[in-house]
């Protein structure tokens, strides 16, 4: 037994360490038979050139529009995690054991006591990334003397929560994040609804952005009479459209809202009509809040800007959008795709506080975070992948024995200088073994050069799609590739 089980053994209940088990990293024997935690995916080579398109057509989008790349690590301490993404959020965070006898600060009776959230902080100080904004706007406070305002960064790496798996969500994931921090101007909300739909528009999925205002929220808060309690009303609200009015409505209820409080608040949510006509309605129902007053007038600044950019027919007032994280703190994107029921495809939102926790304040941000599992799923659903991305490899070389590796190995040379993806089979196998190789990669073209072909200076290409074959003169085959003319 390692010393971490031995540990774990020494655990005061077995609640307490079926908690550490679920929710913590530990260095576990392999079992039997190899498995992969779950909500995660291994990806076989086909997908990941697939993955690999959908990250690609993002990078070139970012770059299009004046965005540098940047890496964070994958743990961040604890203490840049916590309180960043609600209570809800903080429950979602992987732990990770510190190194050692993690064990050995720990009193008998906190152990005794069996409060995971006491006992939590005292045996991990690190944890796994949640999202990308927040270790984003560590990483500026950190280095703000290197990077120039307003500082516009893409990111593209995986995250991790503590979820529970079900389509579409997965405890691993990467998210590609694009974010202009030191500016407030809504020009940039304009800048990323174009994105989001220059990048939804090449992978042709239809999307809807959703678009609302976190001071819109906190207005409707103030008008209802619970100003205080904004994080309970923009959880339950950001719920609607899974569970419906009815569910909001109880949740709402059983966090202290008062049923005027609700009533006062459902004709809101259940707002129709134009953009126009919304915020119009809204300026009359905020004619006591300034806060709500201001989303209103930043929403309608917006929205003009859209319009200005030819966009008003892909994007949407959403009244029941909240974005439960926290540090949202004005405009704020959701992107659902309309033909396949997954969940938000993109989203994001305006911070202005974010940067202050780490002793950086008045930094105002903005950014949208693209989710590439469910955008792969979805395209996949869709049959969206371009036909061409499956293929790796186009033209493989059949390896007949010494003397006609020795003749194709510089044609092959030749052939990869031009830009052609090859390869040679590694041993002179069985003609029909490397020809099946070929069939089950999926590789377009197979290249044979046997005795005959090599006494003329001559090799026999074949379509493996269509079956035809061509001699060809060796020196020649490389530009034949290159030119794409068989």
């Not at 307490?16 to 392999?30: D, G």
């Not at 003749?407 to 073994?433: C, F, S, T």
């Amino acid at each position: 037994m390692t010393s971490s089980f031995k540990q774990l053994a020494a655990f005061p209940s077995p609640e307490f360490a079926t908690f550490v088990q679920e929710n913590l990293f530990l260095n576990c024997t392999m079992a039997s038979s190899p498995s992969i935690p779950k909500g995660t995916r291994d990806f076989l080579p086909a997908e990941m050139v697939r993955r690999n398109f959908i990250f690609s057509t993002i990078k070139e989008v970012f770059h299009r529009y004046g965005f540098l790349p940047i890496e964070t690590p994958a743990m961040e301490n604890l203490s840049t995690l916590l309180g960043k993404y609600g209570e809800e959020g903080d429950k979602l965070l992987f732990r990770i054991l510190n190194s050692g006898d993690f064990l050995s600060g720990v009193d008998d009776g906190l152990l005794a006591s069996r409060d995971a959230s006491a006992i939590s902080p005292r045996i991990c100080d690190k944890g796994l990334r949640y999202d990308l904004t927040v270790p984003f706007a560590r990483f500026v406070v950190q280095n703000r003397n290197e990077i120039v305002f307003p500082f516009r960064r893409y990111q593209i790496q995986p995250v991790w929560r503590a979820d529970r798996p079900q389509k579409g969500r997965y405890r691993e994931f990467y998210q590609c994040d694009c974010d202009v921090i030191g500016s407030n101007s809504l020009l940039n909300e304009a800048e990323l609804v174009l994105i989001m739909q220059e990048i939804f528009d090449r992978f042709n999925i239809r999307t809807i952005i959703k678009i609302n205002n976190r001071k819109v929220l906190a207005g409707i808060a103030e008008v209802i009479g619970f100003p205080e309690r904004i994080t309970d009303i923009t959880v339950a609200i950001d719920k609607m459209e899974k569970t419906g009015l009815e569910a909001v409505i109880a949740e709402l209820l059983e966090k202290g809202i008062s049923p005027e409080g609700v009533e006062k608040l459902k004709p809101v949510l259940l707002l129709k009509g134009s953009t126009a006509e919304k915020t119009a309605t809204l300026k009359e129902v905020f004619n006591s809040s300034a806060t709500g007053l201001h989303g209103v007038a930043e929403l309608e600044e917006l929205f003009s800007y859209v319009e200005s950019f030819g966009l008003s027919g892909s994007v949407e007032l959403d009244l029941t959008l909240a974005r439960g994280l926290n540090y949202y703190t004005g405009a704020i994107f959701e992107v659902k795709a309309l033909d396949e029921a997954i969940g938000s495809i993109c989203g994001g939102g305006r911070y202005d506080n974010l940067t202050g926790v780490f002793g950086m304040p008045g930094v105002s941000g903005v950014g949208v975070s693209f989710g590439a599992e469910r955008i792969y799923d979805v395209m996949t659903r869709l049959d969206l992948f371009p036909t061409d991305q499956t293929i790796s490899t186009r033209v493989l070389f059949l390896n007949l024995g010494k003397t006609e590796e020795a003749y194709v190995l510089p044609i092959l040379a030749k052939v990869r200088k031009q830009g052609v993806n090859a390869e040679i089979y590694p041993e002179a196998d069985k003609m029909k073994k490397q020809m099946n190789y070929a069939n089950r990669r999926a590789i377009p073209y197979v290249v044979i050069a046997g005795e005959t072909e090599i006494s003329q200076q001559k090799i026999l290409v074949k379509n493996m799609l269509t079956g035809e074959q061509n001699l060809i003169d060796s020196h020649q085959l490389a530009q034949v590739f290159s030119n794409e003319l068989i």
